[in-house]
């Protein structure tokens, strides 16, 4: 628990995050403490520590930061805690420590362990984290490096040529194309449908569903590859994925596939959301 309350305006914030805890010890060259000042003539500055021989840290970085909105940072930390939330606690990880200054020279000291479990922590360390662009910053929730991803969209499409489906009767043409979004910002699962005579699209806002499938998957390996199409002569499907990411951006995978398989992660988050609109979409009203 905090022991005080922030007051005043603020004029400057230090932060020492360190992540040593139970468990293997830190190669000699890892990371394992970092120190961020944050001031309201908008200054910033990151000093970092390696694990060295564990008894003194040698120096790993020593930058001047220009971030953009730094007296935002500073009034969302000022903010956070003039009412502190409950800090979670743990044994086996490291610790942070936060010195916050007001404009009158007063300090005020919070302390907690490193690891995630407070939502407005883990919030304000991200913001912290993109507004520095580091992502490598343990912050308050110690998920230094933590990628992770935001949206995907699932563009699937396939054609009918002479001799397939409806295309026999003259229409070379037709086309069935679907589109699948999966969005953390929005809480949202989108799905639209067109062909073979149907249309149709749902939209759901499922929050905590859409998190806990987007967590299921890698940022740095999702969304992997696709094979060889192997299609059967007269058929041609082909797939577009893009996923962002919270710090890396954006990445798309497209090309030929075979109709009905979509190999490896691909098809786990199919199958994945599948089992999602089941659970979700069975209507009341159709047990009466």
């Known amino acids: ?9 603020i004029s400057a914030a230090r932060l020492l995050s360190n992540r040593l805890g139970y468990g293997p010890l830190p190669a000699a060259g890892d990371e394992v403490e970092q120190h961020l000042c944050l001031w309201d003539d908008g200054r910033a500055h990151l000093h970092t520590f390696c694990y060295g021989d564990g008894v003194d840290y040698p120096e790993h970085r020593n930058e001047q930061l220009e971030p953009a909105a730094c007296n935002d940072l500073l009034q969302q930390l000022a903010d956070l805690f003039r009412q ?16 916050l200054t007001n404009s009158e020279g007063r300090s ?16 304000i360390s991200d913001l912290l984290r993109e507004a520095l662009e580091l992502p490598e910053l343990f912050a308050l929730d110690g ?21 397939e489906g409806r295309a026999a009767a003259g229409s070379a043409k037709w086309r069935h194309q679907e589109y699948l979004t999966l969005d953390r910002q929005t809480g949202m699962v989108e799905h639209s449908q067109n062909g073979g005579g149907l249309r149709a699209r749902r939209s759901i806002h499922a929050p905590q569903q859409v998190a806990e499938l987007l967590d299921r998957f890698d940022p740095g390996e999702f969304p992997g590859t696709l094979p060889l199409s192997k299609a059967a002569p007269g058929l041609a499907a082909e797939v577009a994925v893009t996923v962002t990411l919270l710090h890396g951006g954006c990445k798309t995978l497209a090309g030929p596939c075979e109709v009905g398989t979509l190999p490896g992660e691909l098809g786990e988050l199919l199958r994945a959301v599948q089992d999602f609109l089941a659970d979700c979409c069975r209507p009341e009203l159709f047990t009466l």
Not at 1 to 9: D, I, N, R, V, Y
Not at 94 to 99: A, K, M, Q
Request: charged content about 25%; overall charge negative; hydrophobic content about 30%.
């Open 1 to 9: 628990m905090a022991a005080e309350f922030f007051t005043g305006k």
């Open 84 to 99: 502190p939330p409950e800090l979670p606690y743990a044994s086996d990880c490291g610790d942070w420590s936060l010195t």
């Open 108 to 123: 005020f000291h919070f302390s907690g362990s490193l690891c995630p479990g407070e939502p407005r922590l883990e919030r």
């Open 143 to 163: 998920n230094a490096s933590s990628d992770r991803i935001e949206r995907i969209t699932l563009d699937y499409r396939r054609r009918a040529l002479p001799g």
